[in-house]
């Protein structure tokens, strides 16, 4: 569905993707991850056709992209980091025209104004953030497009309407369609994403199944008062704070709490490591490298 | 019809709509308030032809430069040529100039661009709306700037000849389509995020050489007249010249904006957003 190999922009001197290669097939939601200024948005332009390549290759459905083919786009629904309309215009006239440039079944319309809650007698540019990244929503959704093209699309959501919003593109993939879902919001990532790519510094640093990274998930461990003679399997011990000692724990929870038993602690704490603290961790190492 | 998107000229139209009425009436309410008082400025007409005849009595240079002017206005078509078509030429020009730049430079500018050129049309089809967007919105400002004057004519000068102010309508509205048009062009040609007062650029040199060429003897600076689109519609040498068109100027301007139109649509086709 989406494939790009040794992707390069570069905006004059300034780097916007030095080398980006990924597959995403048809049907799965791929995350895009990385910090402010990585790439991301680079990416997701040029895969759109809004702004050219250096070198590499980008296709959609098999075809290479170009600036300003617009017969890729009727398949495709797009929603930028922020959401600009006409400011000018009330939420429905601007609903009715995108509406007319695409074929779009009522019914699915209707649902999907009605869960994201939207306001159509208001003007656009009266909006708050979180308003007009619904309609943008809307704008992407409404002709259920075989390639859904995500760039933060829950930042500044409430919490019920994002989670709306992924109950909507999880059964969007139900139907098949294809979602690359670029995001700072991890978890959002880690409920619905099959695979997830990191690019840092216009560079995919990995390419991985959710599954694969959830094998790396372990639990933290910390111990009050200070012990650094705590020897087990998969138990390996990080640093000391003031008056605690952190480990990294990979096994099974009860073996550990059986073997803690034999000691006498003031307090203990053992925690999960989300996704978020994985791809830190995966940051840090990157940078080591 | 497959050469433009008429939901997206909708939308171009309904858009500018509120400017196009402000542009228009602020600007048809001028014009019908010159032509107004006129009753009021006739005599002091009257009185400077009389001044100018005793200056003439006495060889004066004066009547020299005065007449490169136009002269004194004898009736109310000279006296509006004078003081009001000019008016109407440039205000106009530089509307036109700011629509122009608008329809290209505005959706870059607000950001609209990056859903725009992801919808299922081509660029061709989304310039040409725009085109006729512009053509549109210009054709309802002359309409209104002549609907106002020949309200003023019919109250103050009834039986003034009407053909002539359709006649600068008409000329006025081509002029403001060629400026439009290159202000177009040169959106087209630079960056995104520009402010569209740039386009003001393009109608103010042209005004001031047809002023030049039609104030000179030399003949160096009268061939300026070819230079710029406001010879054309310059009301007062039509008026003077005995409504002689200045064909040869039309053909270098329409020429000339058709080749920017055609540049516009190649360049369109591969602009980016940033």
Redesign the interface.
């Given at each position: 569905m989406i494939q790009v190999e040794d992707l390069k922009k570069y905006?004059g001197s300034i780097r916007g993707v030095e080398r980006v290669t990924l597959h995403v097939k048809q049907g799965e939601i791929f995350g895009f991850v990385g910090p402010n200024g990585s790439g991301k948005t680079t990416m997701i332009?040029t895969l759109?056709?809004?702004?050219?390549k250096d070198g590499g290759s980008a296709k959609l459905f098999g075809k290479e992209v170009q600036?300003?083919d617009?017969?890729l786009?009727?398949d495709?629904g797009?929603m930028?980091s922020?959401s600009?309309?006409?400011?000018?215009?009330k939420v429905k006239?601007i609903i009715s025209?995108?509406k007319?440039?695409?074929t779009v079944d009522d019914s699915y319309l209707s649902m999907l104004i009605e869960q994201l809650d939207l306001d159509l007698l208001k003007k656009f540019g009266s909006l708050s953030f979180g308003n007009k990244k619904k309609v943008?929503l809307v704008?992407a959704l409404m002709h259920q497009p075989k390639l859904l093209i995500l760039d933060e699309p829950t930042s500044g959501l409430d919490p019920l309407i994002q989670s709306r919003f992924l109950e909507i593109i999880t059964n969007e993939r139900k139907r098949g369609t294809t979602v690359l879902l670029s995001s700072h919001v991890l978890s959002e990532i880690e409920k619905v994403c099959d695979r997830v790519a990191l690019i840092k510094d216009g560079v995919i640093l990995f390419i991985k199944t959710m599954d694969e990274i959830r094998q790396n998930e372990h639990k933290r461990l910390l111990v009050t008062p200070n012990h650094h003679d705590l020897i087990l399997e998969g138990l390996s011990f990080i640093q000391d704070f003031d008056q605690s000692s952190q480990y990294a724990y990979v096994g099974d929870v009860n073996l550990l709490v059986q073997f803690l038993a034999k000691y006498k602690f003031i307090d203990i704490n053992i925690r999960n490591v989300g996704l978020e603290e994985i791809f830190s961790i995966y940051y840090q190492k990157e940078d080591v490298k | 019809m497959s050469f433009l998107s008429k939901e997206y000229l909708g939308l171009e139209i309904k858009r500018s709509f509120k400017g196009n009425m402000i542009w228009s009436f602020s600007l048809g309410l001028s014009l019908l308030l010159i032509v107004a008082i006129y009753p009021m400025v006739e005599d002091m007409m009257t009185a400077l032809t009389e001044m100018l005849e005793y200056l003439e009595s006495q060889n004066s240079p004066f009547i020299a430069m005065m007449e490169q002017f136009g002269g004194i206005p004898t009736n109310a078509m000279e006296y509006f040529a004078t003081e009001g078509a000019m008016f109407m030429q440039l205000l106009g020009g530089i509307y036109a100039a700011i629509i122009g730049f608008g329809a290209i430079n505005k959706d870059e500018k607000e950001r609209t661009a990056e859903v725009l050129y992801v919808l299922p049309i081509s660029r061709s089809k989304l310039l040409t709306s725009k085109i006729l967007s512009i053509a549109f919105n210009l054709f309802i400002f002359t309409i209104i700037q002549i609907g106002l004057i020949e309200i003023g004519f019919l109250a103050v000068a009834p039986d003034t000849d009407h053909s002539l102010i359709l006649s600068f309508g008409l000329f006025d509205y081509m002029m403001f389509l060629m400026i439009a048009y290159m202000s177009l062009g040169l959106a087209m040609f630079m960056k995104p995020n520009q402010s569209s007062l740039i386009a003001i650029a393009i109608p103010f040199p042209f005004y001031i050489m047809t002023v030049i060429a039609s104030a000179t003897n030399n003949d160096i600076l009268k061939a300026l007249k070819y230079a710029s689109p406001f010879t054309f519609t310059e009301p007062v040498g039509w008026l003077k010249s005995d409504h002689v068109f200045e064909l040869a100027n039309f053909l270098i301007f329409t020429g000339f904006t058709l080749i920017i139109l055609i540049a516009s649509y190649l360049r369109y086709k591969k602009r980016q957003i940033i």
């Amino acid at each position: 569905m989406i494939q790009v190999e040794d992707l390069k922009k570069y905006y004059g001197s300034i780097r916007g993707v030095e080398r980006v290669t990924l597959h995403v097939k048809q049907g799965e939601i791929f995350g895009f991850v990385g910090p402010n200024g990585s790439g991301k948005t680079t990416m997701i332009r040029t895969l759109l056709g809004l702004i050219s390549k250096d070198g590499g290759s980008a296709k959609l459905f098999g075809k290479e992209v170009q600036i300003g083919d617009p017969d890729l786009n009727k398949d495709i629904g797009y929603m930028p980091s922020e959401s600009y309309f006409f400011n000018e215009m009330k939420v429905k006239d601007i609903i009715s025209f995108f509406k007319s440039m695409r074929t779009v079944d009522d019914s699915y319309l209707s649902m999907l104004i009605e869960q994201l809650d939207l306001d159509l007698l208001k003007k656009f540019g009266s909006l708050s953030f979180g308003n007009k990244k619904k309609v943008g929503l809307v704008v992407a959704l409404m002709h259920q497009p075989k390639l859904l093209i995500l760039d933060e699309p829950t930042s500044g959501l409430d919490p019920l309407i994002q989670s709306r919003f992924l109950e909507i593109i999880t059964n969007e993939r139900k139907r098949g369609t294809t979602v690359l879902l670029s995001s700072h919001v991890l978890s959002e990532i880690e409920k619905v994403c099959d695979r997830v790519a990191l690019i840092k510094d216009g560079v995919i640093l990995f390419i991985k199944t959710m599954d694969e990274i959830r094998q790396n998930e372990h639990k933290r461990l910390l111990v009050t008062p200070n012990h650094h003679d705590l020897i087990l399997e998969g138990l390996s011990f990080i640093q000391d704070f003031d008056q605690s000692s952190q480990y990294a724990y990979v096994g099974d929870v009860n073996l550990l709490v059986q073997f803690l038993a034999k000691y006498k602690f003031i307090d203990i704490n053992i925690r999960n490591v989300g996704l978020e603290e994985i791809f830190s961790i995966y940051y840090q190492k990157e940078d080591v490298k | 019809m497959s050469f433009l998107s008429k939901e997206y000229l909708g939308l171009e139209i309904k858009r500018s709509f509120k400017g196009n009425m402000i542009w228009s009436f602020s600007l048809g309410l001028s014009l019908l308030l010159i032509v107004a008082i006129y009753p009021m400025v006739e005599d002091m007409m009257t009185a400077l032809t009389e001044m100018l005849e005793y200056l003439e009595s006495q060889n004066s240079p004066f009547i020299a430069m005065m007449e490169q002017f136009g002269g004194i206005p004898t009736n109310a078509m000279e006296y509006f040529a004078t003081e009001g078509a000019m008016f109407m030429q440039l205000l106009g020009g530089i509307y036109a100039a700011i629509i122009g730049f608008g329809a290209i430079n505005k959706d870059e500018k607000e950001r609209t661009a990056e859903v725009l050129y992801v919808l299922p049309i081509s660029r061709s089809k989304l310039l040409t709306s725009k085109i006729l967007s512009i053509a549109f919105n210009l054709f309802i400002f002359t309409i209104i700037q002549i609907g106002l004057i020949e309200i003023g004519f019919l109250a103050v000068a009834p039986d003034t000849d009407h053909s002539l102010i359709l006649s600068f309508g008409l000329f006025d509205y081509m002029m403001f389509l060629m400026i439009a048009y290159m202000s177009l062009g040169l959106a087209m040609f630079m960056k995104p995020n520009q402010s569209s007062l740039i386009a003001i650029a393009i109608p103010f040199p042209f005004y001031i050489m047809t002023v030049i060429a039609s104030a000179t003897n030399n003949d160096i600076l009268k061939a300026l007249k070819y230079a710029s689109p406001f010879t054309f519609t310059e009301p007062v040498g039509w008026l003077k010249s005995d409504h002689v068109f200045e064909l040869a100027n039309f053909l270098i301007f329409t020429g000339f904006t058709l080749i920017i139109l055609i540049a516009s649509y190649l360049r369109y086709k591969k602009r980016q957003i940033i």
